[in-house]
């Protein structure tokens, strides 16, 4: 798409989904549009499995006439399945900044809530979401986390939620995307065992793809990415020989996202330190095994949730 178009479709976008947003609570509480993103495969450690399906879904937008040719046609939707922190929704982002298109993203769990507690107007939420997609560019659709009832966002095992309504307003919701053309569709669950088989029916969520990072090399993988991330950020080397593999050998629990928490917090203790008119080292090794001990002994403690993949 030329720049030109790109910054229409933009501004298109954003305005459309805006007005939207502003006539309904929930939708306005609940997603969030990036208008353009630019967020590449590579940033992603590892993963290289979900990568090529990402790749080969996008070709749903790019290069339709592909699915032809070789006599079958695009996946209505993907799903996602993996524990939270692994990558889905980087993957999903990554997705939408391959074929050009915006990225929205629906949180179930934070819907659901908002419709019931504000005691939301679902016809008048459904016929604005057909027809503010059917007037929007093409857009990169996420719902994120469709096992809403054992989201930990929401106190996680929910036994009091109405479950019935709540599934056919998302079944509806999910129908109506999939109908709507031009448009890309991916939805998410940490809790794969326990998701209502309604979502992986014929024409919704068909292709179902498992996150599951490859230990320990696609966390070293990411972790390398982030290092070098904030490095460029800094504008200076921060870092003193890690031995990636050591650091991550002492705890296999973490997810990748945990994992990059750990490193962040490594480097905070750092500029802690520099802010009390020290001179700290670079982060080394053993700096890193420490935060590491130290997040497991607080998960287990606290029961903390996971971290995301940031």
Not at 135 to 143: G, K, R
Request: glycine share 8%; proline share 6%.
């Amino acid at each position: 798409m030329p720049k030109e178009d790109s910054a229409i479709a933009k501004e298109r976008a954003l305005n459309l989904w805006g007005s939207f947003a502003r006539k309904v609570d929930p939708i306005a509480q609940a997603t969030e549009l990036e208008a353009i993103p630019d967020f590449d495969l590579g940033h992603i450690g590892g993963l290289e499995g979900p990568k090529e399906e990402i790749q080969t879904y996008a070709c749903a937008a790019t290069d339709p006439e592909v699915y032809a040719r070789w006599g079958t046609y695009p996946p209505s939707a993907l799903l996602l399945i993996g524990r939270q922190g692994v990558g889905k929704t980087l993957l999903a982002r990554a997705l939408a900044s391959l074929t050009g298109t915006s990225f929205l993203t629906v949180r179930v769990p934070r819907l659901v809530i908002e419709v019931i507690h504000r005691g939301g107007k679902v016809g008048e939420l459904l016929q604005g979401w057909s027809q503010v997609l059917d007037e929007m560019p093409p857009v990169t659709v996420l719902f994120e986390e469709l096992e809403f009832s054992q989201a930990r966002e929401i106190g996680a095992h929910r036994a009091d939620l109405p479950v019935g309504p709540v599934m056919d307003l998302l079944l509806d919701l999910v129908d109506r995307t999939i109908a709507a053309s031009d448009h890309l569709v991916v939805g998410t669950t940490s809790h794969p065992d326990t998701l209502r088989r309604a979502f992986a029916a014929p024409g919704r969520f068909e292709r179902v793809v498992e996150v599951n990072p490859v230990f320990p090399e696609d966390v070293v993988a990411a972790l390398a990415i982030h290092a070098t991330a904030a490095e460029k950020r800094a504008g200076h080397a921060l870092f003193d020989g890690i031995e990636w593999e050591r650091v991550i050998d002492h705890h296999r629990e973490p997810s990748t996202g945990e994992w990059i928490h750990i490193l962040h917090a490594a480097l905070r203790r750092k500029a802690r330190g520099e802010a009390s008119g020290e001179n700290p080292a670079l982060v080394q090794t053993e700096d890193l095994v420490v935060e590491a001990t130290r997040f497991h002994q607080a998960a287990g403690r606290l029961a903390l949730p996971t971290g995301n993949y940031v």
